[in-house]
C-alpha cells in the first residue's frame, strides 16, 4: 500500500512538501482555505476545508498516514497543535514548541546568544546602516535597509515593534538540520541569491563556503537545534560578512526552495526524513549525509514584459495551481504557474549536472531558448 502524505497548508512550504513527495513516490493530498493554492497543482488530490476548524481537519485528513504542517499562520497551527493533541494517529509532523521560538525574531536572537552563536549586533548598539525587520514573523516579507536617521526614527516609530540590527553585506547560506534531541543530522549546504525586496529567487549547490565556515555553520546548526529541543526540521540562514559568519534566523519547519536544491545535489529527500523521524519513530544520524553531491540550481524566472527576469518566490504564493513539467528545456523540472512558459508568467527552473558548472550550463541553455522562443531579452 502506498505511503499516504496529507499537507497543510497549499502555498510555498506545502508547494515544496508537495514535490517532495511526489518525488519519494507518495500519494498526497493537500488541504488549504483557498480554492486553487500553488500547491494544489501538484498533490494527487486537494481538498478545500477551513484549517481553523478541528472538524473539517477530521474529515480532510481521514486515511492519511502522515500529517505535515505547512504554513505558519498563527490560529491555523494552534488548532493543528489542538487536533495533534485530541488523536493519537495519525502523526503530525511538525515541532510546535521549536517553531515558536524561531518564529519570534527576539527569542531567536536571545537563543543565538545563549548559545554563543554569532549574530548581528542590534540598535543602539549597531551604527547605520541598519536593517529592520518584523519581530513576529519569518522570512522576507516586511524586511528593509536603514541607511539615514530619518528611516531609522520613521522605522521606530511607525508601530509594530520591528527588531533593528545592522546590515551585514556578504552571501548568504542555509543549511538543514533534522533529528531529535540527542540525535541531529546536517544536510547539504546552499546558496541563496536574493531579490531586491530580500526574497530569495535562487539557490545552488553545492555551496562555496569552505570547509572550515562549513564545519562551523554545522556545529551552530546542531547546538540551535539541541537547545530548541527539535523533533523535526529547523533550517538555519547565515551570511558570510566582511567580519565573520553571522547567523541571520533560523526556521523550525519545512523550509521552501532549499529542500528541493538539496535533493537535486545529493538525492536526499528531506520529507522522507521527516516521515522517518515521526511516523517511524526513528531518531536520526550525527554528521552530514555521506554522499557525492551534483550540481543543483532552482531559480525562479518572470517572463516579460521585454525580458526574462530574476523574481523572489513570493511571486508564486499568490500564483493558482502550478504545473510540473519534466525535463523542460534540458532541466531536470520546471514549475509553471497558470500562465504558462508565456510571456506574463513564471517559470521555476530545476536543474542538475555532474558540477555546479553544469546545471548553469543547462539554466543557461534553457534561459536562452526561452527568450528566442518568447521574444524577449535574457537580463538573468
Not at 37 to 44: K, N, Q, R
Not at 92 to 113: E, I, N, P
Not at 277 to 293: L, N, R, T, W
Request: a negative charge; one cysteine or more; charged letters at 25%.
Amino acid at each position: 500500500m502506498a505511503f499516504r502524505i496529507g499537507i497543510l497548508g497549499g502555498g510555498l512550504q506545502g508547494t515544496e512538501a508537495a514535490f517532495l513527495a511526489r518525488m519519494a513516490g507518495w500519494e498526497t493530498l493537500v488541504v488549504d482555505a483557498r480554492p486553487a493554492p500553488p500547491a494544489s497543482g501538484l498533490a494527487g488530490k486537494f481538498v478545500r476545508a477551513e484549517v481553523r476548524r478541528p472538524s473539517d481537519l477530521d474529515r480532510a485528513f481521514q486515511g492519511v498516514d502522515l500529517v505535515l504542517p505547512a504554513l505558519e499562520n498563527p490560529e491555523a497551527l494552534r488548532v493543528a497543535e489542538a487536533w495533534r493533541d485530541r488523536w493519537a494517529s495519525p502523526p503530525v509532523a511538525f515541532d510546535f514548541a521549536a517553531f515558536g521560538v524561531s518564529r519570534d525574531k527576539r527569542l531567536s536572537k536571545a537563543l543565538f546568544r545563549e548559545t554563543g552563536v554569532p549574530c548581528p549586533l542590534e540598535h543602539p548598539e549597531a551604527e547605520l546602516p541598519l536593517i529592520a525587520k518584523p519581530a513576529d514573523m519569518s522570512g522576507s516579507k516586511g524586511v528593509r535597509i536603514l541607511e539615514t536617521p530619518e528611516e531609522l526614527r520613521e522605522a521606530l516609530e511607525s508601530g509594530g515593534d520591528p527588531l533593528v540590527e545592522e546590515h551585514c553585506p556578504g552571501p548568504s547560506y542555509s543549511l538543514e538540520v533534522t533529528g531529535s534531541p540527542g540525535c541531529y543530522r546536517t544536510w547539504q549546504v546552499t546558496r541563496l541569491e536574493m531579490d531586491e525586496v530580500f526574497d530569495c529567487r535562487k539557490v545552488t549547490a553545492p555551496a562555496d563556503l569552505g570547509p572550515e565556515a562549513e564545519a562551523e555553520l554545522r556545529g551552530h546548526a546542531v547546538s540551535l537545534a539541541g537547545a530548541l529541543g527539535l523533533r523535526g526540521i529547523m533550517d538555519i540562514e547565515i551570511i558570510m560578512s566582511p567580519c565573520g559568519m553571522k547567523v541571520l534566523e533560523i526556521d523550525a519547519r519545512l523550509p521552501s526552495q532549499t529542500p528541493a536544491c538539496v535533493y537535486l545535489s545529493t538525492g536526499e529527500n528531506l520529507v522522507a526524513i521527516l516521515a522517518r523521524i515521526f511516523a517511524d519513530g526513528a531518531g536520526g544520524d550525527e554528521g552530514p549525509a555521506p554522499c557525492v553531491p551534483r550540481g543543483a540550481v532552482y531559480e525562479h524566472l518572470a517572463l516579460g514584459p521585454g525580458r526574462i527576469r530574476g523574481t523572489g518566490e513570493h511571486r508564486l504564493a499568490s500564483a493558482g495551481p502550478l504545473r510540473i513539467t519534466e525535463g523542460f528545456m534540458g532541466c531536470d523540472y520546471a514549475l509553471l504557474d497558470p500562465a504558462g512558459a508565456a510571456p506574463g508568467g513564471v517559470v521555476t527552473l530545476l536543474a542538475s549536472g555532474k558540477d555546479l558548472a553544469e546545471a548553469e550550463g543547462i539554466r543557461d541553455e534553457a534561459v536562452a531558448r526561452m527568450a528566442r522562443d518568447l521574444g524577449l531579452e535574457a537580463a538573468v
